[in-house]
């Protein structure tokens, strides 16, 4: 059943509150459409409104964190890592165990247009020594996800979309930090190579699929990896995949610049491995509109991954 990925982040919460005492909740005067509104209804001596005041958010975060707590600061993706300046130093530099989580990720949130629209969070955040940057595709993924960082010693970045998902993991999947899994793996051959590999993460990966699915009915062969861990990011599934791929496509509801593109051409780059990258991404300011036009109108859908996958190719 598709569910936005906020929505799968605030039910776990709820459901690890008595399993991780250490765990606390903050949010900016968003706590409904963060969905941190029934971790505060259910823990209430648990969670901290603090407030239209971000930056005050992220220091008292890191604060409570140094102090032994588990803190968990939720608010909308662009207006979260727009205080990069105090996440940099009270949490980046002294490695705080603070859980950033920025909703309504992308273009992908639609009607509220370009200043609600987070599409630099991850280029920024990438940048910085020590940040773990995650973005699940769906439920399931989001469970591990937030059961992984709630473990994990050190700070979290996990980016979550305001618009439902489809399913794209099966029953039994389990998170893996660091790792791209596939999702959509064609019947071929051992010696047959792909027409190509798509990276996606977050809400582009169910339009990767889709794509997919859609260009294996007329004959081509297309896998799409889901990059659940944009930083540090999967190299080695990079290089496995252009080993026996014609192109790489890359797909982010995200700037071009920065992001999941950035990632597997440095990867590519760095190993040497000589293969056509196609990225695919935000090349400008948002805007107000549907999610699915929105994604038509900036070159991120089923559609154009499609044709991105098959362009040119001899």
Known sequence: MAKATRAAFGEALVRLANTVPELVVLDADLAKS???????????????????????????????????KIPVAASFACFLVGRLETIRVAVAYTG???????????????DDGASQMGLEDVAALRALP??????????????????????HRGPVYIRLTRQKLPEVHKPGYRFQMGVADAVYEPAKKPETHLQATVFASGGTVGEAVAAAEDLGKRGFLVRVMNAGTLHPFDADAAVRAAADSQRIVTVEDHNVTGGLGSAVCEALAERGTPVPV?????????????????????????????????????
């Not at 439920?139 to 937030?146: D, M, S």
């Open 130 to 151: 020590g940040m773990t940057v995650l973005q699940p595709a769906d439920e399931l993924e989001t469970n591990g996800a937030v059961e992984w960082m709630l473990r």
């Open 96 to 110: 705080a165990n603070v859980k950033l989580a920025g909703t309504h990720a992308g273009i992908g949130i639609g």
């Open 34 to 68: 963060t969905m941190t509104a029934d971790f505060m209804k259910k823990h209430p001596d648990r969670h901290f409104e603090i407030g239209i005041a971000e930056q005050n958010m992220i220091g008292i975060a890191a604060g409570l964190a140094l102090s032994g």
């Open 278 to 314: 196609v990225r695919l991404g935000v090349r400008e300011f948002g805007e107000s509109g549907e999610s699915a036009e929105l994604y038509a109108r900036h070159g991120i859908s089923a559609g154009h991954i499609a044709e991105a996958c098959l362009r040119n190719l001899g």
